[in-house]
């Protein structure tokens, strides 16, 4: 089951786009497009600035997020809005036990008049992707993710297929309710670049959630303030900011305390130390620097480091202990 937003006018992309895809971006012009972009997804999603951040950490890493939360907190309503104020497209996918590969991904169909077989994309082949409860489709399906989610690529009977950049899939699964899922393998976890629960509201938040629904969907009223070029410029700027050798020796040092912890089974890999450095990356951006601090390091650990510790125990808050020590443990670089 897939549901589709189409993109923007011509005119309204070349009325949000700052920006000539071949100049490059300043820090501050990285800070308007920034503001921009959270002020007009607030207008619809009742959602914590700081969790709103970390989101944003997820696109600008070029990464992908898994969002863990119970039905109705608002986790499609995130995704929508975000493609709507970039002017992407933008697919759904509801994951059932019985949804093959191909549902996703596309398949070759033979055309009968053209005397051979055609491709026809999935409801993959969108700029912003959301599969909601991922944990629903059987391992098969879930494995047909990696490739588009690492390579931004589907290769369907031999044939490469590319994906529309910016591309940003948004999982999701329930917490809860377990039966009839099969849980993701540490392969598929490794994809997320960060995981995440919105959580409820609190009490004034639910009351103007309350407000906005009185007398319409807030999401209607949604127009673009970036275009998708305006993504890509500041994807490359994340690519630009400084992490300079203390702070790359402070991330390998908190990859190994998770290693050696006792609780760990399977520490953080050097891959994990990887997606640590780039949402660091992106986290210093949103707070508009070009240079990492500790605290950007800091701030992103729990959401990028969670999914990646297998620990002795299967229960909740597990993972997050083992971080929080491998934080405290590890002495802060000075220079």
Do not use: W
């Not at 109705?72 to 709507?84: M, S």
């Not at 910016?166 to 993701?184: K, R, S």
């Amino acid at each position: 089951m897939t549901q589709t937003l189409s993109q923007a006018p011509a005119k309204e992309l070349a009325d949000v786009s700052f920006h000539s895809p071949d100049q490059g971006l300043t820090i501050e012009a990285a800070a308007v497009l920034i503001e921009r972009l959270q002020q007009n997804v607030k207008r619809a999603v009742v959602v914590e600035a700081e969790t709103l951040k970390l989101i944003l950490t997820a696109i600008l890493g070029r990464g992908h997020l898994l969002l863990e939360d119970v039905p109705g907190i608002g986790k499609t309503l995130v995704a929508k809005a975000l493609a709507r104020s970039i002017s992407a497209s933008f697919n759904r996918v509801q994951c059932t036990p019985d949804l093959l590969p191909s549902d996703i991904t596309g398949a070759s169909i033979y055309n009968q008049k053209e005397q051979r077989f055609v491709f026809v994309p999935g409801p993959l082949f969108a700029q912003f992707v959301l599969v909601d409860e991922i944990n629903r489709a059987t391992p098969r399906t879930q494995s047909s993710l990696l490739e588009s989610m690492a390579e931004r690529q589907v290769t369907v009977d031999g044939q490469q297929h590319q994906l529309e950049e910016p591309f940003f899939l948004i999982a999701t699964q329930n917490p809860v309710e377990t039966a009839g899922t099969f849980p993701l393998p540490e392969a598929q976890l490794d994809r997320f670049l960060l995981s995440l629960s919105l959580g409820y509201p609190v009490f004034e938040d639910e009351i103007l959630i309350l407000e906005r629904e009185e007398h319409g969907d807030p999401l209607q009223q949604l127009e673009p303030v970036l275009s998708p070029h305006d993504v890509l410029a500041l994807q490359s700027l994340v690519q630009t900011v400084g992490v300079v050798r203390p702070l790359k020796e402070y991330i390998v040092k908190i990859l190994t305390a998770t290693r050696h912890h006792p609780e760990a089974l399977l520490g953080v890999s050097p891959r994990g130390g990887v997606a640590l450095q780039r949402a660091a990356q992106a986290m210093a951006l949103l707070n508009h620097r070009d240079f990492v601090t500790p605290d950007d390091i800091k701030v992103v650990a729990g959401a990028v480091l969670s999914h990646r510790i297998m620990p002795h125990e299967q229960a909740a808050g597990v993972s997050q202990t083992i971080i929080e020590s491998a934080l405290t443990s590890v002495p802060i670089p000075l220079s």
